[in-house]
């Protein structure tokens, strides 16, 4: 579902326009869509995480590496973290993009502390240079996801009528 271009009446010219007659559905443009996806799956595997933390918390907390509370505590801020994004970004809640733009630097920043941590540990980082290009890719189609203007205007930040909405200027006598 799309949600209004247009919110209530206006004046222009001094003529109250009734712009509900010139409502149309905003759709959410594809990227938009592939990165609402891109957080869903994200979600998805976090609350797998935390799901298999809490039915393998005994078994985990016999190896080394990340505790089962630290990998469960994880899995449930990212998941509701995710879940209230996807569905901003889904039905183009006019929060959605500033929460985007913010947490998808703070989730790629975390995901690499976790790595260089996993590191000391003594644990190999062999595939830093795919993380690192995966991890510029999702930054880079995000802020340009965020900064179409079909994307401004399915989230509200632009409010622009098409060309057959806006009337000619009437001549002033």
């Known amino acids: 579902m799309g949600k209004s271009l247009w919110k209530s009446a206006d004046q222009v010219n001094g003529e109250v326009l009734n712009l509900s007659d010139f409502s149309q559905e905003v759709k959410r443009p594809f990227a938009v869509t592939l990165l609402a996806c891109l957080v869903l799956i994200i979600t998805i595997v976090h609350l797998v995480r935390l799901v298999y933390a809490i039915t393998w918390w005994r078994f985990l907390t016999t190896l080394p590496g990340k505790p089962p509370l ?19 970004l889904w039905t183009g809640n ?39 290009g995966i991890s510029l890719i999702v930054i880079l189609f995000t802020y340009w996801t965020l900064s179409t203007s079909r994307a401004k205007i399915y989230f509200g930040e632009l409010h622009e009528p098409s060309k057959k909405d806006r009337r000619p200027a009437q001549p002033q006598s």
């Open 70 to 88: 630290y990998l469960a505590l994880t899995g449930l801020i990212v998941s509701i973290l995710g879940a209230v994004l996807f569905w901003g």
């Open 94 to 132: 006019s929060r959605a993009p500033l929460a985007t733009r913010i947490l998808t630097p703070v989730y790629i920043g975390l995901e690499w502390v976790e790595q260089i941590l996993s590191v000391w540990r003594g644990n190999r980082f062999e595939n830093w240079p795919f993380m690192a």
